[in-house]
């Protein structure tokens, strides 16, 4: 079955610095998320992506964060300056159609942790 | 604004014994999807069940179901036959109908299956 794969797994970064998470969509996948869960609380949108363009973004998704497909297969998620309230698993997910028409899929996740 | 409420943190079902998740959710939408998805302790998201709002009958699948209440705006998960790998944190989910991926998450609800 089809994944959404997102590296790294764990990533551990200085307050203040640049961080990049990795995302591979499902091949034939049209839109494309960015979801947050911080450590026991609930998960939280944060960005939804289409034909190279935001479609939504929540107040979470500040200045700080931009998000890219550079390259038609890899879908990014840049945190420009870290914070210690950046620490919290994020999530990819990926769909085909608007959803929930087609449902999407979620990634494994990516740990951030900002000391 | 919608707000998707889980009142049970934590609930325990003995293995191969029936349980049931309670959510709640407000939203003055008539177009929305109601989800559940399961979280076990490699943090994945997995979608466990979906429900049009438009549609009465109940989704099932396999051993889940849900109850639909569309007028008191409930939507609860039932689980039989238990298994211990049904153990995880049970997620709640709303989505508008023709956004481009704004869930609104519950806190969740941690199941533990005893043997």
């Known amino acids: 079955e089809p994944e959404v794969t997102q590296t790294p797994s764990h990533q551990v970064t200085q307050m203040g610095q640049e961080v990049i998470l990795r995302c591979v969509p499902i091949s034939n996948h049209l839109y494309f998320y960015w979801y947050r869960q911080i450590l026991g609380q609930k998960v939280e949108f944060l960005v939804s992506?289409?034909?190279?363009?935001?479609?939504?973004k929540s107040e979470i998704f500040d200045d700080q964060f931009s998000v890219e497909r550079p390259d038609g297969s890899n879908f990014t998620l840049k945190i420009r300056s870290t914070k210690l309230e950046d620490s919290a698993m994020y999530f990819c997910?990926?769909?085909?159609?608007?959803?929930?028409?087609?449902?999407?899929?979620f990634g494994s996740g990516t740990r951030l942790t900002v000391v | 604004a919608q707000t998707v409420t889980q009142s049970q943190p934590e609930m325990s079902v003995q293995e191969a014994e029936t349980v049931t998740l309670s959510c709640t959710y407000d939203t003055s939408e008539s177009d929305y999807y109601l989800f559940w998805y399961k979280q076990p302790p490699s943090r994945q998201m997995i979608l466990v069940i979906r429900q049009e709002a438009y549609k009465q009958q109940n989704a099932t699948e396999n051993r889940f179901s849900v109850n639909f209440q569309k007028a008191a705006k409930s939507f609860s998960l039932k689980i039989s036959d238990s298994q211990l790998g049904d153990a995880a944190m049970y997620f709640c989910?709303?989505?508008?109908?023709?956004?481009?991926?704004?869930?609104?998450f519950g806190k969740g609800t941690k199941l533990s299956v005893k043997p």
């Open positions: 997910a990926s769909s085909y159609g608007v959803y929930p028409n087609y449902g999407y899929t």
């Open positions: 989910a709303y989505g508008k109908g023709g956004s481009q991926g704004n869930l609104i």
């Open positions: 992506f289409y034909n190279n363009e935001i479609s939504e």
